[in-house]
């Protein structure tokens, strides 16, 4: 079990699926556009974990047919899109925001209606510097995933001691099929395990 929630984006593969579901990880994000053949062929290998379909750069019109077809548990949306074309999709939807790019006080405040969770990015390994307090003041109101690089040392700190919801990793790539080093996302996953 992890101490915090944990959403592992741009899963590509059954090996990070597993593993990722195997290590307690509560959101597996997949692109929606992956073939419905292969999302369907991994999900079915899941059980207890929350599937997103991440909806990079589609318009409303194809998010509500892929949602159709591959009838992920949630979806993540990045911030162009307008969530009022698709409120009507009656899932829970994560925000992709970006701390360097977007006007987050006045996103958050639009978005918070539609929306159950934002997931925090940045363009940057340095996007998180001089934003401490910030972030802690806007995850106090507003349900946050952290998906900025943590340094590792901090991230208990940032777990046990602010507002935040989650955070948010990367899936990596396979080497070949089946075949993944593992000791990027197993460090941190390894961090946030209740002993």
């Known amino acids: 079990m992890l101490k915090t929630k944990v959403k592992v984006s741009s899963i590509e593969n059954l090996s990070d699926a597993r593993y990722c579901a195997g ?8 692109p929606l556009a992956m073939p419905l053949e292969k999302f369907a062929e991994i999900r079915n290998w899941l059980a207890g974990v929350q599937i997103v379909g991440e909806a990079s750069g589609l318009k409303p019109e194809e998010i509500k047919e892929l949602v159709a077809s591959h009838q992920p548990d949630a979806i993540e949306i990045d911030s162009k899109v307008n969530l009022v074309l698709i409120q009507d999709i009656d899932l829970p939807k994560i925000l992709r925001v970006n701390i360097d790019t ?14 159950s969770h934002f997931l925090l990015t940045g363009d940057s390994p340095e996007s998180l510097q001089g934003m401490e307090s910030s972030i802690e003041i806007w995850a ?24 935040i919801q989650g955070i948010g990793l990367m899936a990596g790539k396979e080497d070949r099929p089946g075949f993944r080093d593992f000791s990027d996302l197993m460090s941190i996953l390894e961090k946030l395990e209740i002993d």
Do not use: C, K, R
Request: glycine share 6%; proline share 9%.
């Open 140 to 163: 106090a109101q507003y349900p946050i995933i952290l998906g900025l690089e943590v340094p590792e040392e901090d991230l208990e700190e940032w777990v046990d001691q602010t507002s």
């Open 102 to 115: 977007d006007n987050l006080p006045a996103l958050f405040a639009s978005a918070a209606p539609y929306v």
């Open 23 to 30: 290590m307690g990880v509560e959101w597996l994000g997949f």
